[in-house]
Nanobody, 119 residues
Framework: VQLQASGGGLVQAGGSLRLSCAAS?????????IGWYRQAPGKQRELVAS???????NYGDSVKGRFTISRDNGKSTAYLQMNSLKPEDTAVYFC?????????????WGQGTLVTVSS
């Protein structure tokens, strides 16, 4: 199972980007939770947003009202729509997926995609 994040880039403050997280090697709807995390230079990785199989969402306080997470099981892809971007949103963004494998929870990470927000 592989997850691949894409869609990062350079954007001015106030702009928007949409990140994608595509899964291969497994049926996407086997993931109970899909999450987006980010890590800025010198900082710990933090949760940005997550979405469950049932569509329940959770957001980090710093992105509430600006970011929207969604998943399309038919396309085996999750998205992170980022609006009103701020320079402090600059980070490497990672997606992950959690699912049960032989009764045990397993987490898969994709490679990161860099988002740079200029002031």
């Amino acid at each position: 199972v592989q997850l691949q994040a894409s869609g990062g880039g350079l954007v001015q403050a106030g702009g928007s980007l949409r990140l994608s997280c595509a899964a291969s090697g497994s049926t996407f709807n086997t993931f109970n939770v899909i999450g987006w995390y980010r890590q800025a230079p010198g900082k710990q990785r933090e949760l940005v947003a997550s979405v469950t199989k049932a569509g329940e969402t959770n957001y980090g306080d710093s992105v509430k009202g600006r970011f929207t997470i969604s998943r399309d099981n038919g396309k085996s892809t999750a998205y992170l729509q980022m609006n009103s971007l701020k320079p402090e949103d600059t980070a490497v963004y990672f997606c992950n997926g959690e699912r049960m494998v032989f009764g045990l929870s397993r987490v898969y990470w994709g490679q990161g995609t860099l988002v740079t927000v200029s002031s």
